[in-house]
């Protein structure tokens, strides 16, 4: 089983419509959690980072943590053409660096 | 403000030669990060340091593989006769004193092995 899961996707949402990608991970000892956005060719950037058990609200992005259910979510409301790219999830399980997902590859459809 | 600094961003190497790929962290950070990426796929971790210690490398492959981060200077991952399935980006990040979790990255280095 991997640590951190998460739907390679694509998954597609049309602009203007909420995207939402799930991630769950099998350490319970993680205790902190990361989405990464990845242009293709490019690095990956940091958009959220989220500790506590609820939702973290910046701008458009909402992160939501369950540890209970290991389930980890990233919201995109109004999503835009800018927003394809693949977003990685990271959970840190205090091995002294990150376990990443695989990913999941969003189009928004103009 | 400078950001993460990698170089070179591409690489060609043919196999059996010797690859190496530097990382120069944000101002202020300590801790260095080495991550591989192959073609979509996901990042796999491969060494954590801070200045002249390896913390962790557990994602590095026993053989061929190195990485170090000196006193003075950018960390360096070494890779000795190279094997085309080395080809990969290998992405460097790295993260301040106390907050490991919190992690930049750099753009990266595409090595391409013939």
């Known amino acids: 089983q991997k640590e951190v899961e998460q739907n390679s996707g694509p998954l597609s949402v049309p602009e203007g419509a909420i995207a939402s990608l799930n991630c769950t991970y099998s350490d319970r000892v993680s205790q902190s959690f990361f989405w990464y956005r990845q242009y293709s060719g490019k690095s990956p950037e940091l958009i959220m980072s989220i500790y506590s058990n609820g939702d973290k609200e910046d701008g458009r992005f909402t992160a939501q943590l369950n540890k209970a259910s290991q389930y980890v979510s990233l919201l995109i409301r109004d999503s835009q053409p800018s927003d394809s790219a693949t977003y990685l999830c990271?959970?840190?399980?205090?091995?002294?660096?990150?376990?990443f997902g695989s990913g999941t590859r969003l189009q928004v459809q103009p | 403000n400078a950001g993460v600094m990698q170089n070179p961003r591409h690489l060609v190497r043919r196999r059996g030669q010797e690859a190496r790929l530097r990382c120069s962290p944000m101002?202020?950070?300590?801790?260095v990060y080495w991550y591989r990426q192959l073609p979509e796929e996901g990042l796999k971790f491969m060494v954590y340091l801070q200045k002249e210690n390896i913390i962790d490398e557990s994602g590095m492959p026993k053989e061929r593989f190195s990485a170090e981060f000196p006193k003075e200077g950018p960390s360096i991952l070494r890779i000795q006769q190279v094997v085309r399935g080395d080809s990969a980006a290998y992405f460097c990040a790295s993260s301040p004193v106390g907050s490991r979790e919190t992690q930049y990255f750099g753009p990266g280095t595409r090595l391409l092995v013939l």
């Open positions: 101002k202020g950070h300590s801790h």
């Open positions: 990271a959970s840190d399980t205090g091995r002294r660096a990150l376990t």
